[in-house]
């Protein structure tokens, strides 16, 4: 997997034969999901973002300018308002993109309704996550296991998967909803927890 923003923007820029769809997990929640402001962290080239920027506002937050570039151009593809900005906060319709080092951002306080992050892991994070979520917000969480080593593919640095029951306790400010771990195709966790 990329570790640099060169890296991932390299990726980025390659034809892709990947799924462009949004993520499994959130077209099988959608309905459970609040239509306020969202926010998706490591968006990457917005097939999450755009899938929400549909229904509410999204501020889809990435690193790599390329990634950015793409979901920028599929959200005019798909005649959705497009806005750029550098703060992490409430978009007030649309798509806004931001560019920003997660490792090195603020998220703003009790401005989202909904926080989706997928297949992203900074446990660093974890705190300003459920800060940013409004009451009765929601996060949609999900991200790789350690099980993910017992597959060919996928990432292998032990530090950016979850332990087995990780993700289940490690937003004990906001209330579960749901809460799975497979190993179908690669390990993987999925939370959905709101913030009372």
Not at 21 to 49: F, K, S, W, Y
Not at 124 to 151: C, D, V, W
């Amino acid at each position: 997997m990329p570790a640099t923003v060169f890296e991932w923007d390299e990726k980025h820029r390659q034809p892709s034969d990947r799924n462009e769809q949004p993520c499994t997990i959130l077209g099988e929640l959608l309905p459970l999901l609040p239509t306020g402001a969202a926010l998706d962290l490591a968006c990457g080239t917005g097939r999450n973002a755009l899938l929400l920027a549909a229904r509410q506002p999204v501020t889809a937050v990435d690193f790599s300018p390329v990634a950015l570039e793409v979901a920028e151009r599929h959200a005019q593809h798909t005649g959705v308002a497009v806005s750029l900005g550098a703060r992490i906060a409430a978009a007030k319709s649309g798509l806004h993109l931001v560019r920003a080092d997660l490792e090195s951002s603020e998220i703003a306080s009790g401005d989202f309704s909904l926080i989706v992050c997928i297949k992203y892991l900074q446990r660093s994070l974890f705190r300003a996550i459920a800060k940013g979520l409004a009451p009765g917000g929601m996060l949609l969480f999900e991200t790789y296991t350690k099980a993910q080593l017992e597959f060919a593919a996928g990432p292998r640095n032990p530090e950016y998967l979850l332990d087995s029951g990780e993700l289940r306790t490690a937003f004990p400010e906001l209330q579960t909803v749901f809460y799975r771990e497979l190993r179908a195709g690669g390990g993987i966790a999925s939370l959905l927890a709101k913030k009372l």
